[in-house]
């Protein structure tokens, strides 16, 4: 806790920011911020109030980003303290209660701003747990949070990590990587998905060290990879690979630009022996690869590249980016296959990314038939705009 004989941080916001504030949005931006009292620090709690002096909400404060107030609560008044807390992270575990059996051991406990902890990320693998956190808001009550997660859930570690653009704000006290609770891991961590073991790089891996949200996507892709050449496009650690295999594909491929990623597929197929499917590793960019002269066709091909518009401006290129992959890969696709396009890009939205890849799949003259469209997964609810990023159609040609 931020102790200090200072008054309490009190803000007053522009009109509209109240109104959207009022409706359950998370963030308040440095140019909606009306009035101050005075400066805050990171992480300390700022009281807004609106026009009538009325209470409206409460967050953390960073005077750092853009984002100047990440709300916790908003309604009526209310303490923010231990009890607060400690009902907070019930409420997120409550909401994944009989969610997962014994044999899914790897899912997300908070996720951010849509489980009302803005900018913090709590991923379980097995016995270890990943915090990952976005904003330096967190690091004066990192200590308070890490004993309450401890007293709840088991575990026989817990590791940091921290978003890139927050490690120079946490030198000197925390770093990525670091092991706050525990023995340091030697190596990847294993965990269960549906039964399926994998590994997770917890301490460098991208994320938390794996992709939890599409495990809902890779179970469907079992169920769609009986007697199928599958091609697995951005396939990092060979999640959806591993999971064709065991849902009787003929044969898979896995395709990165990451050798580390590739070892990682190679390794995740080692640690599940009874999967007897041939699995093929293709070091490329997939850019290039999907414009060279088709050389074999698969029946089944999943498309998960990462976030292709981490800004606004981008999101127009992005889309752009998204059909031509789809146009490359439906080159590839023979007919009767099926392709999964997915996009995790939150500047794109799920009715543009799904209108172009239907617009493509017409441009190519072929028939096509959707199957499904997909969205966030139960650990990973979407609960604002900005939150909602996760999005997947599977088309039939
Ligand atoms: N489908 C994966 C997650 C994909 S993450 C899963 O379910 O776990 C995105 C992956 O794309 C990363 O592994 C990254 O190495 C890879 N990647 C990024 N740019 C690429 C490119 N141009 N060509 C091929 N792979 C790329």
């Not at 109030?49 to 309604?75: C, E, M, Q, T, W």
């Not at 008044?77 to 009989?98: C, D, F, S, Y």
Request: with cysteine; net charge positive.
């Amino acid at each position: 806790m931020v102790q200090s004989a200072k008054p309490g941080l009190r803000l007053r916001v522009t009109a509209l920011a109240e109104t959207v504030v009022r409706k359950g949005h998370p963030w308040i931006f440095a140019g909606s911020v009306r009035e101050e009292n005075r400066p805050g620090g990171a992480g300390e709690l700022a009281v807004i109030y609106d026009r009538n002096d009325k209470f409206l909400a409460v967050g953390l404060y960073d005077p750092d980003s853009p984002i100047r107030v990440r709300i916790l609560h908003a309604g009526k008044p209310t303490p923010i303290n231990a009890a607060w807390w400690k009902t907070r992270l019930e409420q997120v575990l409550e909401l994944r209660e009989g969610i997962f059996d014994n044999q899914t051991t790897g899912y997300r406990c908070i996720n951010g701003e849509n489980d009302g902890w803005p900018g913090l990320v709590l991923d379980r693998y097995d016995t270890t747990l990943v915090i990952k956190i976005y904003s330096a808001i967190w690091f004066p009550r990192l200590t308070e949070i890490l004993e309450l997660i401890n007293e709840r859930i088991p575990n026989e570690r817990i590791i940091l990590r921290l978003s890139r653009n927050i490690q120079e704000a946490a030198a000197g006290k925390f770093s990525d990587g670091q092991t706050l609770r525990g023995t340091p891991p030697t190596g990847p961590v294993i965990f269960l998905e549906n039964g399926l073991k994998f590994e997770a790089d917890v301490l460098q891996g991208q994320k938390t060290g794996f992709f939890l949200d599409q495990r809902e996507n890779r179970k469907q892709v079992e169920s769609l990879s009986s007697g199928r050449k599958v091609l697995n496009i951005f396939s990092f650690s060979g999640g959806f690979s591993v999971y064709a295999a065991r849902g009787g594909a003929a044969e898979v491929a896995s395709l990165d630009i990451s050798e580390h990623a590739l070892e990682s597929a190679k390794r995740n197929f080692a640690l599940n022996p009874k999967l007897r499917c041939p699995h093929e590793l293709i070091q490329a960019n997939a850019f290039d690869w999907l414009q060279k002269k088709v050389e074999k066709k698969y029946d089944l091909i999943i498309l998960d590249p990462p976030s292709l518009a981490k800004r606004e401006s981008e999101r127009e290129e992005a889309l752009r980016a998204y059909g031509k992959l789809i146009g490359g890969a439906l080159e590839r696709l023979q007919s009767g296959g099926v392709l999964v396009a997915a996009s995790c890009s939150a500047h794109v939205s799920a009715d543009e990314f799904f209108e172009m890849a239907l617009a493509t799949a017409k441009q190519s003259g072929r028939k096509c038939e959707e199957i499904m469209r997909t969205g966030h997964a139960p650990d990973h609810p979407a609960t604002y705009k900005e939150g909602q990023y996760l999005k997947a159609i599977y088309l039939q040609f």
